[in-house]
């Protein structure tokens, strides 16, 4: 059991409310299984993990193997993340500001300022207009700029207190646009469906929404 340490991977680390992959780094028939992916210092990617067979060595050329359908599910929530910040200013005004997130493969969570309980009706809203959204399959654009350009742009949602760099990503979706670095599905489509599981308080004036979307939301659902 330890951590690899590789030149380049497709593995997206743990960071700003994103969990890291899992999958696998093998050579022929020797193999690392990957159960989390950090980021211990600026740059540096490391792979949790424990070899399941073999023995992997040092300057070992390897295949890299990204568990995808979690991925998917990662990147549906991420971007159900942000049509969610996207609702949620259009039913209860443009006061809504992002107070942390947890994105997994199985759940959403989303804390934002408001002063008050977020009644049934504007759930019921907020989820609505999301899902016209999902099955309106909107085209997701991701691109860099200069950050001193992205602060001169009001339609771009950014954080007050986070520390960007000269270049920032932009993850657009025409009629959201937010900087964020992490991984996002290609299309809303992709969602499939979405349903807020949760609504409560853990602080004074600051709100917590738990979600879920695709076949999560589904079987939400039929438990309900």
């Keep these: 059991e330890g951590f690899l340490l590789l030149d380049q991977t497709p593995f997206y680390a743990e960071m700003g409310g994103q969990i890291g992959d899992t999958g696998?780094?093998?050579?022929?028939?020797?193999?690392?299984?990957?159960?989390?992916?950090?980021?211990?210092?600026?740059?540096?990617?490391?792979?949790?993990?424990?070899?399941?067979?073999?023995?992997?060595?040092?300057?070992?050329?390897?295949?890299?193997?990204?568990?995808?359908?979690?991925?998917?599910?990662?990147?549906?929530?991420?971007?159900?993340?942000?049509?969610?910040h996207w609702a949620l200013?259009?039913?209860?005004?443009?006061?809504?500001?992002?107070?942390?997130?947890?994105?997994?493969?199985?759940?959403?969570?989303?804390?934002?300022s408001h002063h008050k309980p977020v009644s049934q009706a504007e759930i019921r809203q907020i989820e609505d207009l999301i899902n016209e959204k999902i099955r309106e399959d909107v085209d997701i654009q991701i691109y860099e700029i200069p950050y001193a350009d992205a602060q001169k742009r009001a339609d771009i949602k950014q954080f007050f207190g986070e520390k960007y760099g000269e270049k920032v990503r932009v993850v657009d979706a025409e009629f959201s646009k937010e900087l964020c670095g992490g991984t996002h599905t290609?299309?809303?489509?992709?969602?499939?469906?979405?349903?807020?599981?949760?609504?409560?308080?853990?602080?004074?004036?600051?709100?917590r929404i738990d979600a879920l979307s695709g076949k999560a939301a589904e079987e939400f659902v039929r438990q309900e």
């Excluded at 890299?64 to 929530?77: G, L, P, T």
């Excluded at 200013?89 to 804390?111: M, N, P, T, W």
Aim: charged residues 25%; hydrophobic residues 35%.
């Design 186 to 207: 290609k299309r809303t489509g992709k969602i499939g469906y979405f349903r807020i599981a949760k609504e409560s308080s853990i602080a004074a004036g600051v709100r």
């Design 89 to 112: 200013q259009k039913v209860l005004g443009e006061h809504i500001k992002q107070a942390g997130s947890l994105v997994e493969d199985k759940r959403i969570r989303f804390d934002f």
């Design 24 to 84: 696998s780094i093998s050579k022929g028939g020797n193999r690392f299984d990957v159960y989390d992916t950090t980021s211990p210092f600026p740059g540096v990617i490391a792979h949790l993990g424990k070899v399941s067979s073999g023995t992997l060595h040092k300057n070992d050329l390897v295949h890299a193997a990204v568990d995808i359908e979690r991925r998917q599910n990662i990147e549906n929530n991420h971007t159900a993340t942000h049509l969610l």
